[in-house]
């Protein structure tokens, strides 16, 4: 009988364990050059805006770097517009050295933007989720990939944006977890995706009257279950129908993939349930979550450094630039989960029985909610009305709101710091106790005097000292070829459309995520 030979190395891959890495990125518009007539007009190709060849080469590369960089074995996306894009992205992955030869989309629906899958495994099944039928709540993707002979569920979503109600969001939510509890219970799956919803919303939606049209029922917290008795779901006692967010690793104060003029959201989620920690099959390993932050990802100011439009001529392409959110990622594996022995960060941390001494630009990136934070030497530089700003000379400042009784213009305090939200988009403190009172301080010094553009996020809460321009429907054009929007809280002070101004004292803001100067 002939002997024959077979090497080694064509024998299963999964004779032994291996870890899959696993990631998720909302790419921020990935168009095609092929008009379809429901583009975002800034994408119809061709046009003044510039979306051309040049500009979707670009993004494509600057994504597929990103993509390469990152290595991941599947990786969930968001705002692809069509097959056609993600083929080209595909593409451009591979050219990079890391081909990913397995593509999905969930393109049943036109909506302008998708849902898409690259993969390195083969996707065998693929279905869509549609939450209710119409054209402005995006589809859910389902794709199933096989790792070995095991068969791993990947559930890409982009919920309804933060411009809409929670009960958009809710819509997908209840869509989703239809769907899931009609797997079997042993079944292996990932929600991974944009969901618009923090990690905390069941506490961050009741203070947010603009988005809560649900008694304070969120969709990642309630309906999906993230959130069990008030508290967060954690690993140690999860089981069916319940969920883990592998946010929870992280300390709260790393809980962020999108960046917006200052305000920090997780929007981005990884969501796991009990099977992925059973010890069977496939699983989770155990704290390998993160977000992919390389330097290049970021300005020279620190802000996300997404696709790059330009603010005169009517948002032209500058073909610079990769997206407005951060991808995060996560390891699963072969082998039977492990639990590594390590308490998981809380709240409590941040916000502890006893006092932290904190500086203002701290709170910019604190979670939301009760604390205990000390600043040493704040100055109340503005006081109108409800509203007071804190300055920390050299640093940043705060905005304080009603709870600003025993603030004076123009004195130094150390302050108790014992409650952050954010309205619209602005941070501000709504509950501060003085601890102490340091005397009288110089104004003038501390107003903002230089600047370029005030629609940096440096500037939120800042008071400037003085600028003038040219008032035109609502905006304020000063230097050179800057706006920015201004409001009013007394109508009768708007000037005349045309009318050259000189504002002095006027505060930095911003209202639904865009920043505007105003005039208390």
Same mark, same amino acid.
Request: net charge positive.
């Given at each position: 009988?002939? @002997?024959?030979?077979?090497?080694?190395?064509l024998?299963p891959l999964?004779?032994s364990?291996?870890?899959i890495?696993?990631a998720?990125?909302?790419?921020?518009?990935?168009f095609?050059?092929?008009?379809?007539?429901?583009?975002?007009?800034?994408?119809?190709?061709f046009?003044?805006?510039?979306?051309?060849e040049?500009?979707f080469?670009?993004k494509v *590369?600057?994504?597929?770097?990103?993509?390469?960089?990152?290595?991941?074995? =599947?990786?969930?996306?968001?705002?692809i517009?069509?097959?056609r894009?993600?083929?080209?992205l595909?593409k451009?992955?591979?050219a990079?050295?890391?081909p990913?030869?397995?593509?999905?989309?969930?393109d049943?629906k036109?909506?302008?933007v998708?849902?898409?899958?690259l993969s390195?495994?083969s996707i065998?099944?693929?279905?869509e989720?549609?939450p209710?039928?119409a054209l402005?709540?995006?589809?859910?993707?389902?794709?199933?990939v096989?790792?070995?002979?095991?068969?791993?569920?990947i559930?890409?979503?982009?919920?309804?944006?933060?411009?809409?109600?929670?009960?958009?969001r809710?819509?997908?939510?209840?869509?989703?977890?239809?769907?899931?509890?009609e797997?079997?219970?042993?079944?292996?799956?990932?929600?991974?995706?944009?969901f618009?919803s923090?990690?905390?919303?069941w506490?961050t939606l009741?203070?947010?009257?603009?988005?809560?049209?649900t008694?304070?029922?969120?969709g990642?917290?309630h =309906?999906?279950?993230?959130?069990?008795?008030?508290?967060?779901?954690? @690993?140690r006692d =999860?089981?069916?129908?319940y969920?883990?967010?592998l946010?929870?690793?992280l300390?709260?104060?790393?809980?962020?993939?999108h960046?917006?003029?200052?305000?920090?959201?997780?929007?981005?989620?990884m969501?796991l349930?009990?099977?992925?920690f059973?010890?069977?099959? =496939?699983?989770y390993?155990? *704290?390998?979550f993160r977000?992919?932050?390389?330097?290049?990802?970021?300005t020279?100011?620190?802000?996300?450094?997404?696709?790059?439009?330009?603010?005169?001529r009517h948002?032209k392409h500058l073909?610079a630039g990769?997206?407005?959110?951060?991808?995060?990622?996560?390891?699963?594996?072969?082998?039977?989960?492990?639990?590594?022995?390590?308490?998981?960060p809380?709240?409590? *941390?941040v916000?502890?029985?006893s006092p932290?001494?904190l500086?203002?630009?701290?709170?910019?990136?604190l979670?939301?909610g009760?604390?205990?934070?000390?600043?040493?030497n704040?100055?109340v530089?503005?006081?109108?009305?409800k509203?007071?700003v804190?300055?920390e000379p050299?640093?940043?400042?705060?905005?304080?709101y009603?709870?600003?009784?025993?603030l004076?213009?123009g004195?130094?305090?150390?302050?108790?710091? *014992?409650?952050?939200?954010?309205?619209?988009g602005?941070?501000e403190?709504? @509950?501060?106790?003085?601890?102490?009172?340091?005397?009288?301080v110089?104004?003038?010094?501390?107003?903002?005097k230089?600047?370029?553009d005030?629609?940096?996020p440096?500037?939120v809460?800042?008071?400037?000292?003085r600028?003038?321009?040219v008032?035109?429907?609502?905006?304020?054009?000063y230097g050179?070829?800057?706006?920015?929007?201004?409001?009013?809280?007394?109508?009768?002070d708007?000037?005349?459309?045309?009318?050259r101004?000189?504002f002095?004292?006027?505060?930095?803001?911003?209202y639904?995520?865009?920043?505007?100067l105003?005039?208390?």
């Amino acid at each position: 009988m002939k @002997k024959v030979w077979i090497p080694i190395f064509l024998f299963p891959l999964f004779l032994s364990a291996r870890d899959i890495r696993v990631a998720s990125w909302n790419v921020e518009n990935l168009f095609d050059l092929k008009k379809s007539g429901s583009e975002y007009t800034e994408y119809i190709p061709f046009t003044g805006y510039g979306w051309n060849e040049k500009a979707f080469e670009t993004k494509v *590369r600057n994504l597929a770097r990103v993509i390469c960089d990152l290595e991941p074995d =599947i990786i969930g996306l968001q705002e692809i517009e069509s097959d056609r894009a993600l083929a080209a992205l595909q593409k451009g992955v591979a050219a990079c050295g890391w081909p990913m030869r397995h593509r999905a989309i969930a393109d049943d629906k036109p909506t302008t933007v998708k849902t898409a899958l690259l993969s390195r495994f083969s996707i065998v099944g693929k279905r869509e989720i549609d939450p209710d039928g119409a054209l402005r709540t995006r589809n859910v993707l389902e794709a199933t990939v096989k790792i070995g002979d095991r068969p791993l569920k990947i559930f890409v979503n982009h919920w309804k944006s933060r411009s809409g109600t929670e009960s958009r969001r809710i819509v997908s939510a209840r869509a989703l977890m239809k769907r899931l509890l009609e797997l079997p219970e042993t079944s292996e799956y990932m929600l991974l995706g944009d969901f618009n919803s923090d990690w905390n919303e069941w506490r961050t939606l009741p203070r947010t009257p603009r988005l809560n049209d649900t008694h304070g029922i969120t969709g990642i917290n309630h =309906i999906l279950k993230t959130v069990k008795d008030g508290k967060p779901v954690s @690993k140690r006692d =999860i089981v069916r129908p319940y969920h883990y967010d592998l946010w929870l690793e992280l300390p709260p104060q790393r809980r962020w993939s999108h960046n917006f003029y200052g305000a920090k959201h997780a929007l981005d989620h990884m969501i796991l349930p009990a099977s992925m920690f059973d010890g069977k099959g =496939i699983d989770y390993k155990d *704290r390998s979550f993160r977000k992919f932050t390389p330097r290049y990802l970021f300005t020279k100011k620190g802000a996300i450094y997404r696709w790059q439009v330009a603010k005169k001529r009517h948002g032209k392409h500058l073909n610079a630039g990769y997206s407005d959110h951060l991808p995060i990622y996560a390891l699963v594996t072969t082998a039977p989960y492990t639990a590594i022995s390590k308490e998981e960060p809380t709240e409590e *941390r941040v916000a502890p029985s006893s006092p932290t001494t904190l500086h203002i630009a701290d709170l910019y990136t604190l979670p939301l909610g009760w604390m205990n934070g000390i600043v040493d030497n704040a100055v109340v530089l503005y006081k109108k009305g409800k509203v007071a700003v804190l300055k920390e000379p050299g640093g940043r400042a705060i905005l304080v709101y009603r709870d600003i009784g025993l603030l004076e213009e123009g004195k130094r305090y150390k302050v108790a710091i *014992r409650k952050l939200y954010d309205y619209r988009g602005l941070r501000e403190v709504t @509950k501060i106790e003085v601890l102490e009172t340091r005397g009288k301080v110089p104004v003038e010094p501390l107003l903002l005097k230089k600047f370029d553009d005030l629609k940096d996020p440096r500037y939120v809460n800042e008071v400037v000292a003085r600028i003038t321009g040219v008032y035109k429907r609502g905006y304020l054009h000063y230097g050179k070829g800057r706006r920015i929007k201004v409001y009013f809280r007394n109508r009768k002070d708007r000037p005349r459309n045309g009318e050259r101004v000189t504002f002095e004292k006027i505060r930095v803001a911003i209202y639904r995520n865009r920043p505007q100067l105003v005039v208390d």
